[in-house]
């Protein structure tokens, strides 16, 4: 089994910053993308960033050249960096990976269990 942990959320002022952690655990062969999502009350979920194994990354036109993500493969964690935050990015914020498991050898996309993020104005 595979497991995503996520860590970091909490309350900020508006144009504060909050980091937020995610490691994966279990009997994993390898990870391709991983990426943080997030989800509003009464809004779909819906994409902030990922990044893929060797790198390569996609923000939401909202939250570019605020928030940074970055990921440590041999440690199979990935961090979302959130500096000028503003209300609008209050959500509960999940962890996703593309994660090739090895025993048994399967493919699997789990889910973390949400972090919540409330920006105050």
């Known amino acids: 089994q595979v497991q995503l942990v996520e860590s970091g959320g909490g309350s900020v002022q508006a144009g504060g910053s909050l980091t937020l952690s995610c490691v994966a655990s279990?009997?994993?062969?390898?990870?391709?993308?991983m990426g943080w999502y997030r989800q509003a009350p009464g809004k779909q979920r819906e994409l902030v960033a990922t990044i893929s194994r060797g790198g390569r990354i996609k923000y939401a036109d909202s939250v570019k050249g605020r928030f940074t993500i970055s990921r440590d493969n041999a440690k199979n964690t990935v961090t979302l960096q959130m500096n000028t935050l503003n209300p609008d990015d209050t959500s509960v914020y999940y962890c996703?990976?593309?994660?090739?498991?090895?025993?048994?050898?399967?493919?699997?996309?789990?889910w973390g269990q949400g972090t919540l993020v409330t920006v105050s104005s």
């Open positions: 279990g009997s994993i062969l390898s990870i391709n993308d």
């Open positions: 996703n990976a593309q994660v090739i498991q090895e025993t048994p050898l399967g493919y699997l996309e789990p």
